[in-house]
């Protein structure tokens, strides 16, 4: 039986009745037909059928985003993480672990749902359940394989908080600066006189929307400038975020919001960049190479070699699994401190729930959490961190049941109404591996 989760009201007062209708119905297509959101022939052939080429211009837009998304470094030009030169670390399989995919839970829509089920309506490519550093589940679909390198997007963001938070630690950059005082370029925009701890924690003021449908809304300007998709003409003279950055604008007061920006993350890795003199990449990559990873990480970079950082790595989802059981030891690996101590008790103690609640559009999706160092942290009957990226990016991590979980997708949009349920769906593993 579902463990009772008691926000599911307020979700459902959210969202409409046509959209609760529409995740009802595509989970009733998948009962029928398991494969029905599978990819159609893309990329296939000496060359390819036009209507089969994936490209610069269609690689997020469906059905070609199924294919890109694990094969990212094919679309656009990619900053290496290095994988260092240790041996793959072991993942060790659980001997008769608890069938996860049997697992079922109350959808946001009324109806009642198995992990089997969500992961094939919500277009999963791939899925990892860790309890005790052990693999409960590893699974693979629409033709991922282990070795595949699947973008992440707003997942990126919250790598970036854990390396801003080290920076910190390490004394290299305060959480009082103001980020104009590191850096000069953004004199005159939203984030002049913007704290660095505003910075990490979206508590920015600034005119920005993220309407990720709308050609002309910041976040796909920003789009454009980081070399995501090819910009209109009107756009082309930002050749770079270097150049985009400082065109925000400032609305409001900093502090006491939280105003999710990606163009905020950028700022965030500018910050930690100028201050230290080493791109996030490199940051991220000595932290990686002590893993046993198996792959190298991948930035997308910007039209002038920056790696874009609030949206734009990718990585096996095995190698992220390491990456999320590191932090949930604290930062340790085998007895050796890899991130500051510290560092992920930082980021875990989250914020004030409240001040994340009146920004509706977030907490209906996420009741009771709130933000901190770029992380999603619940503090309500356990203690999680979770991490989020556009069309169905995961990473969760619950403390107390020592369970890890990373999900890679390539939904059709952006932001579905069936991506309420799947926090919802981690809760319940969490809760019936609790039993």
């Not at 009962?31 to 610069?56: H, K, S, Y």
């Not at 670390?89 to 089920?117: H, M, W």
């Not at 002309?216 to 454009?224: L, P, R, V, W």
């Amino acid at each position: 039986m579902p463990h009772p989760l008691s926000h599911l009201p307020v979700q459902r007062d959210y969202l409409s009745a046509e959209e609760l209708a529409d995740i009802s119905a595509t989970y009733a297509q998948v009962r029928t037909n398991p494969a029905c959101f599978d990819t159609p022939e893309l990329m296939q052939g000496f060359p390819p059928a036009p209507e089969q080429i994936v490209n610069w211009g269609n690689w997020m837009t469906p059905p070609f985003n199924r294919w890109a998304y694990p094969n990212i470094e094919r679309i656009r030009p990619m900053v290496p993480v290095r994988r260092g030169k240790l041996p793959p670390s072991a993942l060790p399989i659980k001997a008769d672990a608890q069938n996860i995919n049997t697992i079922r839970f109350d959808s946001v829509c009324g109806d009642e749902v198995s992990v089997a089920e969500h992961l094939a309506a919500s277009r999963c490519d791939s899925f990892i359940v860790l309890q005790r550093g052990e693999v409960l589940l590893e699974s693979y679909f629409n033709g991922q394989q282990p070795e595949d390198r699947h973008i992440m997007f707003s997942v990126t963001k919250s790598l970036i908080g854990v390396i801003a938070e080290q920076v910190i630690a390490e004394g290299k950059m305060k959480e009082d600066t103001l980020a104009g005082d590191i850096i000069p370029e953004l004199a005159g925009s939203a984030y002049a006189d913007a704290t660095v701890r505003e910075v990490m924690d979206m508590a920015v003021g600034i005119s920005y929307t993220e309407k990720y449908d709308d050609p002309d809304s910041e976040s796909s300007i920003f789009g454009y400038a980081c070399g995501f998709l090819p910009a209109p003409e009107q756009y082309r003279h930002l050749a770079s975020l270097y150049d985009f950055l400082p065109t925000l604008k400032k609305r409001g007061e900093h502090g006491g919001l939280f105003h999710y920006v990606t163009a905020t993350t950028e700022v965030l890795a500018w910050l930690v960049e100028r201050s230290t003199n080493i791109s996030c990449a490199e940051h991220l990559g000595k932290v990686f190479a002590e893993l046993g990873c198996e792959q190298d990480g991948l930035f997308i970079a910007d039209p002038k070699g920056r790696n874009v950082t609030g949206a734009g790595s990718a990585w096996t989802l095995r190698d992220l699994a390491r990456f999320a059981q590191l932090l949930l030891n604290k930062g340790k690996l085998d007895g050796k401190q890899l991130l500051a101590d510290g560092v992920v008790d930082a980021i875990a103690q989250g914020a004030d729930p409240a001040i994340y609640a009146a920004n509706t559009d977030f907490s209906a999706w996420l009741p009771d959490f709130s933000y901190r160092s770029q992380w999603y942290v619940l503090n309500k009957d356990t203690q999680a961190m979770m991490a989020c990226g556009i069309c169905g990016q995961y990473i969760y991590i619950d403390f107390p049941s020592q369970v890890v979980i990373v999900r890679q997708a390539s939904l059709p949009e952006a932001t579905p109404a069936l991506d309420f349920d799947t926090p919802n769906m981690f809760r319940q593993i969490v809760a019936t591996l609790n039993k």
